[in-house]
């Protein structure tokens, strides 16, 4: 028996954030970081809490550590909220959703929070409708996601014109992300027809609109289906799990300072190439993720006639993709300090190992296959031509 659920009731396109004004007569802790604390997209949303007594946790940084997590339970402790509203990119709704979570645990039946609202002002970790929130731990320099029911938000606003102001290179990163989710949870071990459905339209929305919105920021239409995509593809991978582009991402991420979404762009592209394991087939023996990854080639109008042509198709889409957005292709072309790379090569293995993403890959991975895409990434390779 298999099971498919969603219980975050989803508000989308334009004037979704008019739903806020459903709230009155309750104490609302807004969580958020600096600079939306700052901008319009914070004065539209205390607009419409007019009828709520509104008090701001704006301290979240990107990678929110468990210190922000801790200075954010203080806040909720003074002042009392009984919503919560997470305001910004992933990091502001994980961090929420951390502060959330622990404050609860410590307050059990007597926590007064009642509902908890995200709503997304970048296009990527899908977050707003995950079971997943992932905490930074600086001195280790380790990302543990948390995982768990209890971090599913009560209700997620998609409101496109937030996202506007998301710069290029943010709006790159972020929507390779969208990208990496879908087609990770349609080869993921828990994949269904369910699962794959949302994976599908989510890579179509973010392959056709990532570009345009990178192209003209303003362009609504554009930013409008790629926060749907977002959406989508995290209902896909909250059902159907991840893989190892996330494992290594978070991995690198926590080590090396690269952002969530160029690490998984970097990765990408290797790790489609591994799970496919071409250089492996017998005769026709393909695996199932290379026929699922060639499926995807299909459904994007890439030339697909057989496995192989359609898996490499779809590395080289990745790949173009990458470098139309300005993104980098290698750790070394991101600036990373490759002898910092090298000290931490195997605790960037220990963590990607332990991670919770590793379990979901389609194909069973070692130390060993893991160094060898760590190596991939480290210098430039035209992968796709092979
Ligand atoms: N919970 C999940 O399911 C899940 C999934 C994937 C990733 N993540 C985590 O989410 C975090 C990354 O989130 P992210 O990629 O959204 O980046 P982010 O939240 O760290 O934001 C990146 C930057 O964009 C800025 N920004 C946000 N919205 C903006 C706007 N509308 N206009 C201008 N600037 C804006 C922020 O201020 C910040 O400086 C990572 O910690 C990652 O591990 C979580
Ligand atoms: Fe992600």
Excluded: W
Excluded at 83 to 109: Q, T
Excluded at 131 to 146: C, H, M, S, W
Excluded at 170 to 195: K, L, P
């Amino acid at each position: 028996m298999k099971e498919f659920s969603i219980s975050t009731q989803i508000y989308f396109g334009e004037g979704a954030v008019d739903r806020l004004s459903e709230i009155k007569g309750k104490k609302v802790l807004v969580v958020c970081d600096s600079f939306i604390r700052t901008s319009d997209i914070f004065t539209k949303v205390n607009e419409k809490l007019s009828n709520c007594t509104v008090d701001v946790f704006s301290e979240i940084v990107p990678d929110p550590p468990v210190e922000t997590v801790a200075l954010g339970i203080q806040k909720l402790e003074g002042c009392g909220a009984q919503i919560i509203v997470a305001l910004g990119g992933g990091s502001a709704i994980d961090g929420a959703k951390a502060i959330v979570e622990y404050y609860n645990r410590l307050h059990g039946m007597k926590s007064e929070i009642e509902e908890f609202y995200a709503i997304p002002t970048t296009s990527g970790t899908g977050s707003e409708v995950t079971e997943y929130a992932v905490i930074t731990n600086r001195e280790e320099g380790i990302k543990y996601p948390l995982v768990g029911k209890s971090l599913l938000p009560s209700v997620a606003i998609l409101e496109p014109e937030f996202t506007v102001s998301v710069p290029g290179a943010i709006t790159a990163d972020t929507g390779m992300d969208v990208i990496t989710h879908a087609i990770e949870a349609y080869v993921a071990n828990g994949a269904t027809d369910f699962s794959d459905a949302l994976a599908e339209k989510a890579l179509t929305l973010a392959v056709r609109f990532l570009p345009q919105a990178f192209a003209d920021g303003n362009d609504l239409v554009a930013r409008e289906k790629l926060h749907n995509a977002s959406c989508l593809a995290g209902i896909a991978f909250n059902s159907a799990g991840l893989g190892i582009t996330h494992s290594l991402a978070h991995a690198i991420g926590g080590k090396l300072h690269v952002s969530h979404g160029r690490s998984n762009a970097i990765i990408l592209p290797h790790v489609l190439r591994f799970n496919a394991g071409l250089d492996d087939v017998v005769g026709s023996d393909y695996r199932l993720t290379a026929k699922k990854y060639q499926r995807l080639a299909k459904l994007l109008k890439l030339t697909a006639i057989n496995v192989n042509i359609g898996v490499n198709n779809l590395v080289k889409c990745i790949v173009e993709l990458q470098n139309q957005l300005g993104i980098p292709t290698t750790l070394e072309e991101q600036g990373v300090d490759l002898e910092l790379l090298n000290e931490s090569r195997e605790d960037i293995i220990d963590a990607a190992m332990a991670d919770v993403c590793t379990s979901a890959n389609p194909v069973t991975v070692s130390r060993q296959d893991l160094a060898k895409i760590i190596d991939e990434i480290t210098v430039r390779k035209a992968i796709y031509l092979k």
